[in-house]
């Protein structure tokens, strides 16, 4: 079998369904075999469009996503996906071409170092030097990706690399001596923690995006059932536990819920499963919650200690630990109390907005919300649209709420939620985003439409870059420097691309126009005109105590 | 404070640059690395002695070492007994009458040399931190033209 042959036949025996890409001349040899191999191939209209499409994909169903492009451009197009990946830990395997072996390093046409470039970007890469080895490589590479904290894991296939013939073998087994992740906490450490959890007064769980990676949202609602404590989640981690549920405080940090920050900077204990202490959640770290002891549990040990200084330290796997912990715990604490006073936090500081006649954005996510009673999978841009969607909307289910977390990637979100769709063709996939963000990658729309992808962009348009222009608001005298932006007219462009758009200027329309998104078998485009200064609130600024809000509506 | 690191890896092409990216992506500084073939030549073994201001940059490195898919075992020696050594060569003034007291110093300190023409010669010396430290400013008075040091190896027990 050639190169190329083997690399089809590893992806399909590592249950690779769907493959996003873009053609170029040293991944010729891949397409030649891709053009009949029986994978949904999707072609985007840009390199990153199929990082993030993967990425998304992989979001919404769990499992590896793959995209593949062609040396040099094709290759460093896909970085920012990567990257992006890279800091959600997303499973994925990104396949790219590469000049011939005997001209690499010669500056040879459409050339680029690509496992050099994305060496901190990525779980680990290969490049590829021998035929004989592209099984095992593929094979190690879905093995990384998406064991331990998944990640990310390029594959470098010089087009030479690809045509070379040799015996296929696929190595049924993988062993790399280097890499064993502790997936069982310690039975020591689980016994410390419960016996803290015993004795805790406010305890509070601090949920991120490993639950959802792992799965253990069930063990998660019945240990804060169980101990009753109030569960804050991070934004990786909205849906992991039901937003709705009366023990669930929300996100918390910089554009957090006033109560959860009330909550986690108040706890005697922070129990914390798959989160990472970043610096959006903690705010100044010297004066983030100096009362708590702090449990951690996170199958990185390099997560662990890093910005916070733990008590106790439990490395495994999410769900199996907090399985083990629901095993020790006999002696709940009694925290009757704190859950009066995180009540009376609620209460007095609930997320609220001006209720007027004008579209305000938050009104548009909640007309969403009830629409789709949560039912929906949400992807969002990044910055204001964002940061709405995660106050806005109550997240039920892990997996329905993708967003670009640790990079911050403006132009995620339609492309995300491509991928979800294909991933999840029975969802209802909609894309909140904003006029800078999705004019990053709307160059989709053309994939969307050609492959009947209907997924449905709620485009929040206030002609600004929001986000920026409230920092330049608050902390620099509102001088508002390049962040106000000339638009498209968006219903006409989407509808250039064959696909449907809309526009809404008036607040009765709202609901009807989402109504009717949902109604159109086609992608669609609607196009709110919201008030163009709104900000979003409470917001803790840079560098401050996450207790130390500003709230709009004082 | 200064710290020596050791670190199994696999043997193959990239390896250093993943190590050495993951220092100074952190702003983490190597002061020294010695790399170098085993008995099992799918494994090479490096010593890397490095600053670390803290407990936690310490153990942060240490992790982020482990994270790395082609390290095998990473050990700390800093609180392990271990024996430290570095092999150092340097072309020193080779006059006449400094001969004997030069060699009074090398005597000291398991050095000699190895090689002289006219005036100028070339030493090796091994020793540990503190024997290395001392060593050259010994040296330094007879007037060091050239240095090359290996960097610090280390064993435990």
Known sequence: MTGAQILIECLKREGVEVIFGYPGGQVLPIFDKLCDAGFNFILTRHEQGAAHAADGFSRATGKVGVCIATSGPGATNLVTGIANAYMDSIPMVAI?????????????????????????????NFLVKDVRELARIVREAFFIASSGRPGPVLIDIPSDVQLADTEFIWPEEVTIRGYNPTLFGHPGQIKKAAKLISQAKKPILYAGGGVITSGAHHELRELAERIKAPVTMTMMGLGAFDGTHELSLGMLGMHGTAYANHAIMNADLIIAVGARFDDRVTGRLDAFARGAKVIHIDIDPASISKNVNVDIPIVGDA???????????????????????????RSRHPLRYKEDGKIRPQFVI????????????????????????????????????????????????????????????????????GDGSIQMNIQELATCVCNKIKVKVLILNNGYLGMVRQWQELFYKKRYSFTTLYNPDFVKLA???????????????????????????????VDFHIEPEENVYPMVPAGEAIDKMISGLA | MRHTISVLVENKFGVLARIAGLFSARGYNIASLSVSETLDPGVSYMTIV??????????????????????????????????????????????????????????KYIGKVIQHKGDTAIIEAVGDQKQIKDLLSELVKFGVKELVRTGRLAMTY
Not at chain 1, 386 to 413: D, E
Not at chain 1, 498 to 503: D, E, K, L, P, T
Not at chain 1, 513 to 519: G, P, S, V
Not at chain 2, 81 to 88: A, F, G, K, N, T
Request: charged share 25%; glycine share 8%; proline share 3%.
């Open chain 2, 50 to 107: 490095v600053e670390a201001e803290d407990e936690k940059t310490l153990e942060q490195i240490n992790k982020q070492l482990n994270k790395l898919i082609d390290v095998i075992t990473v050990t700390d020696f800093t609180k392990k007994e271990h024996v430290d050594r570095e092999l150092v060569l340097a072309k020193v003034n080779y006059s006449f009458k400094d001969k004997a007291k030069l060699e009074n110093i090398l005597g």
């Open chain 1, 495 to 525: 509808e250039s691309y064959g696909a449907a758009g809309m526009r809404v200027t008036k607040k009765e329309e709202v609901r009807p126009a989402i109504e009717k998104a949902i109604a159109i078998d086609n992608t669609v485009f």
């Open chain 1, 96 to 124: 790219t071409g590469q000049v011939k072996t005997f001209l690499i390093g010669n500056d040879a046409f459409q050339e680029a170092d690509v496992t050099g470039i994305t060496r901190p970007i990525t779980k680990h």
């Open chain 1, 366 to 433: 909640e007309q969403l919300y009830e629409v789709t009673k949560g039912n929906a999978i949400i992807t969002t841009e990044v910055g204001q649209n964002q940061m709405w969607a995660c106050q806005w909307y109550k997240y039920l289910h892990p997996r329905s709420f993708i967003s670009s977390g640790g990079l911050g990637t403006m132009g995620f979100g339609f492309p995300a939620a491509m991928g979800a769709k294909l991933g999840c063709p029975e969802s209802l996939v909609f894309d909140i985003a």
């Open chain 1, 319 to 345: 769900k199996n630990v907090l399985g083990q912990l629901l095993e020790e715990i006999k002696n709940k604490p009694d925290a009757s109390d704190w859950l009066k006073t995180v009540e009376e936090w």
